[in-house]
């Protein structure tokens, strides 16, 4: 399970009561939660590395792989370049590439880390990236989403901005195993639209959309990704 940008490990915990009797790998990324920070820059493919060295320190050689937001690029790059590691994908809140917008404004976000630490990062991004369901229904759910934010390493989190700021589209026609798309229809970071263009081009892929749910699905809708996603690995044994 790869997390996205701000999230960590922790992100999954929701899913945890229906998945639990798998064998789960939930690391924190570089940079991120209880994960040290790199001295040097981080980009998408430093992370993918990463992720393959600790599949091979398992003993692991092929498994399913499920990411959210940023983690979804790390999990496309890793679905083409080990295809042979890649039982399935299960995207969630998937995204394509920034658009230069986007860029501009990762980096704007990665000198305000740096400058004025996680707060108003913090404050910002739960006004925005949550369903007004969840922010109106789901008061536990925002403020976990706050304290993810609040607890990074600004410097940490702004080398992952700049990685993010910086990736590339992925070929994903190359990706040979089949894939779930979940995305939330209030989701303003990866809309519908973005998650319907990945499963226009993906060569096995099912997209299904969450009702009330932005960004953050895996803590705003928790029972539908783990049903959609327990349902959809166990359809593909390793």
């Not at 990665?110 to 739960?126: F, L, N, P």
């Not at 590339?168 to 970071?189: E, N």
């Not at 959309?209 to 959809?232: I, K, N, R, Y």
Request: hydrophobic letters at 45%; one cysteine or more.
């Amino acid at each position: 399970m790869v997390h996205g940008l701000g999230g960590t490990s922790n992100t999954f915990q929701p899913l945890m009561v229906r998945l639990g009797d798998l064998m789960v790998l939930r690391p924190d990324l570089p940079g991120c939660g209880r994960s040290a920070t790199p001295s040097e820059a981080l980009t998408i493919a430093d992370v993918g590395d990463s992720l393959l060295a600790l599949l091979k320190a398992q003993g692991l050689t092929r498994v399913h792989l499920v990411g959210h937001s940023m983690g979804t690029l790390i999990c496309q790059r890793l679905a083409i370049t080990a295809p042979e590691c890649v039982a399935s994908l299960s995207l969630i809140g998937a995204l394509t590439e920034p658009s230069q917008a986007a860029r501009t404004g990762l980096l704007a976000r990665a000198a305000t880390a740096r400058s004025q630490g996680m707060q108003g990062i913090a404050d910002q991004i739960t006004a925005s990236a949550l369903a007004p369901r969840t922010l109106s229904e789901k008061g536990a759910a925002v403020a976990f989403v706050r304290e993810s934010l609040m607890r990074q390493c600004p410097e940490g989190y702004a080398k992952c901005c700049e990685a993010l700021s910086v990736a590339q589209l992925q070929d994903v026609r190359k990706i040979s195993a089949p894939t779930l798309l979940l995305t939330g229809d209030c989701d303003p970071v990866a809309p519908v639209s973005m998650a319907q263009q990945l499963c226009d081009a993906l060569p096995h892929a099912t997209l299904r959309v969450l009702a009330d749910c932005g960004h953050w699905a895996t803590l705003e809708q928790p029972q539908a990704c783990a049903s959609a996603l327990e349902a959809f690995i166990r359809s593909h044994p390793i």
